[in-house]
């Protein structure tokens, strides 16, 4: 958790993001960070799913409004993405929001987990490539133009283009 207060400024304040499944793991990380001196502002943690679709809707958009107002607050974000569903370093559609709105407003954005860059397959056929004299095309280039091209599908299982390469 190496957050640099020199990079965040003096009153460090810092907002925690994450996927909704990993909410129960907030208060560790943030008794951490406080710990260290920081002011820690968490999401709304309290679960309304049980509730009618139009109840649930309007809650869902104050809660989405108070921790943008919580963000705006801050001097950055703790963006805390575990695993999930076997993506590494998960990064949701809301935290992925909550991420646009800091770097709008130029509020320093730190990842517990990397975003993987490449995968052991891209590794491998660099590896190959580079036996063959093509020593410019590392893992992170083939990974990309893995995803260019369509061979691998790391679309967010709610994007509407995850479906369309499945077919």
Known sequence: MAINVKEIGMRPIITL????????KLNE????????GYEVFLPSMTDYHGLEETALAKIQNNLIRD?????SKSNAIY?????????????????????GMA?????????????PAQTELAVRISKDLK???????????????????????DHLTYCFRHDQLLQ
């Open 103 to 115: 770097f709008s407003k130029k509020i320093p954005i730190f990842l517990m987990n990397e975003i």
């Open 29 to 36: 990380i943030k008794i951490a960070l406080e710990k260290q």
């Open 131 to 153: 036996k063959r004299g093509f020593g410019f095309l590392g893992p992170t280039i083939v990974y990309s133009h893995m995803q260019a091209t369509g061979l691998v599908n």
């Open 67 to 71: 921790h943008f107002d919580k963000i």
């Open 79 to 99: 963006v805390a993405n575990y695993e999930k569903n076997g993506v590494k370093g998960y990064i949701g559609g809301s935290v992925l929001l909550e991420m």
């Open 17 to 24: 993001c994450s996927s909704a499944k990993f909410f129960d």
